[in-house]
């Protein structure tokens, strides 16, 4: 079955620098890959995603970039800030555009903004 | 917004004990889920449904049971709780169509004592 490794388990960075999380998958079926921020006491909260036809999405301050052919795909945070300093999670799955969106998640990693 | 309830935000059960996790989510979502967060784990399924009275095993369903008896409402049951089943459970809906969002619950620690 699919193994998703994300790394790395933590990250310190000052504010206004940028962040880098990577993730692996072993699956090549796998084709949607989405990222969750879990800020402390709150449920996981999806904040971009993307799909093996593209190779990078933006949003803002946040952007993900995938490599098929690697199997890497990593977050990218620019300008970080305070507020962005949360547990993130990568995870994979297939979707065959049916009722399955079985997800497997990375192991997570805790983003520090320094102020 | 959508809206996924968990029942409780800490609870503390004994050994041996039967334990019942519950979960409403308010979008009318075919798909739940029951998730595992344990440090340096990350989020494990435990069980998933696609439908009321559907029930599929995730990959850690081993002393677990689950019950989808209405559309809105998924619950995550202990038989005999353990020490090791003591963790973070998170719910989680999803609608079949769309973009595949997960809408997590805030999710229960579960000390078992």
């Known amino acids: 079955g699919e193994n998703v490794e994300q790394h790395p388990s933590t990250l310190s960075v000052q504010e206004g620098d940028s962040a880098v999380i990577k993730c692996t998958y072993s699956?090549?079926?796998?084709?949607?890959f989405p990222w969750y921020k879990q800020e402390l006491g709150k449920g996981p909260q999806l904040i971009i995603d993307?799909?093996?036809?593209?190779g990078e999405k933006k949003d803002q301050r946040i952007a993900v970039t995938l490599n098929k052919t690697a199997k890497h795909f990593s977050l990218h945070i620019t300008e970080t800030q305070p507020e962005d300093s949360a547990v993130y999670f990568c995870?994979?799955?297939?979707?065959?555009?049916?009722?399955?969106?079985?997800?497997?998640f990375g192991t997570g990693t805790l983003l520090a903004v320094q102020p | 917004d959508v809206k996924v309830t968990q029942s409780s935000r800490y609870l503390v059960k004994r050994t041996g004990e039967k334990v019942f996790l519950e979960c409403v989510q308010d979008?009318?979502?075919?798909?739940m889920f029951w998730y595992r967060q344990d440090p340096g784990l990350g989020l494990r399924l435990i069980y998933f449904?696609?439908?009321?009275?559907?029930?599929e095993k995730g990959d850690i369903p081993e002393g677990y049971s689950v019950s989808r008896e209405k559309k809105e409402r998924f619950s995550l049951i202990l038989e005999s709780a353990s020490t090791n089943q003591t963790s973070m459970y998170l719910c989680?809906?999803?609608?079949?169509?769309?973009?595949?969002?997960?809408?997590f619950g805030s999710g229960t620690q579960l000390s078992v004592l």
């Open positions: 979008m009318d979502h075919e798909n």
């Open positions: 993307i799909r093996s036809n593209v």
């Open positions: 995870a994979a799955s297939m979707d065959y555009g049916g009722a399955t969106n079985k997800l497997i």
């Open positions: 699956d090549s079926a796998s084709n949607y």
């Open positions: 989680a809906s999803s609608s079949p169509t769309g973009a595949k969002k997960l809408f």
């Open positions: 449904s696609y439908d009321v009275k559907m029930k």
